[in-house]
């Protein structure tokens, strides 16, 4: 998987899907890499126009043909109910209901993530940071375990 920023607008996201295609297509038998758009970043604050933003960011992402999107844990389940599972969703901002934001305005639980479709969670600083990095990863898979239950 790459990421692309959906700002750059639907001629930017066609050249690139276009670009993976083309790059992939000499290496019969490979599967290209899937080309996700980055909608909002989880380090920038909500405000009342961020859900809409990365609504009409994910339907860009549609309409280029992209593979899917990387969206903030706040704003899955909306990007779920426009587009069902159409969009792979990448998500980022994920920490476990004791620790801290960090830098990151727009968190939410692995478990939260789990239960509004998430393909693919983005749990990097719980785990890096920790004391004991494989007890906090065995404590994401068992949210996520009990969330999807």
């Excluded at 490979?30 to 126009?49: D, F, H, I, K, W």
């Excluded at 860009?60 to 069902?84: F, I, N, T, W, Y």
């Amino acid at each position: 998987m790459f990421t692309i920023h959906c700002a750059g607008g639907l001629e930017m996201m066609r050249a690139a899907l276009a670009g993976a295609r083309a790059g992939f297509a000499a290496h019969a038998g490979e599967a290209r890499p899937r080309v996700l758009g980055v909608t909002v970043l989880t380090s920038q604050a909500t405000s009342e126009g961020t859900a809409g933003r990365v609504l009409e960011y994910a339907r860009d992402a549609v309409v280029a043909g992209l593979d899917g999107v990387v969206c903030s844990p706040l704003e899955l389940g909306q990007v779920r109910e426009a587009h069902g599972r159409r969009l792979v969703t990448v998500v980022p901002g994920i920490r476990l209901a004791e620790e801290g934001r960090d830098d990151q305005a727009r968190v939410g639980t692995p478990g939260r993530a789990a239960r509004d479709g998430a393909d693919f969670i983005v749990v990097g600083r719980s785990v890096t940071g920790s004391r004991d990095p494989r007890g906090t990863l065995m404590k994401v898979l068992q949210e996520i375990q009990t969330a999807v239950k």
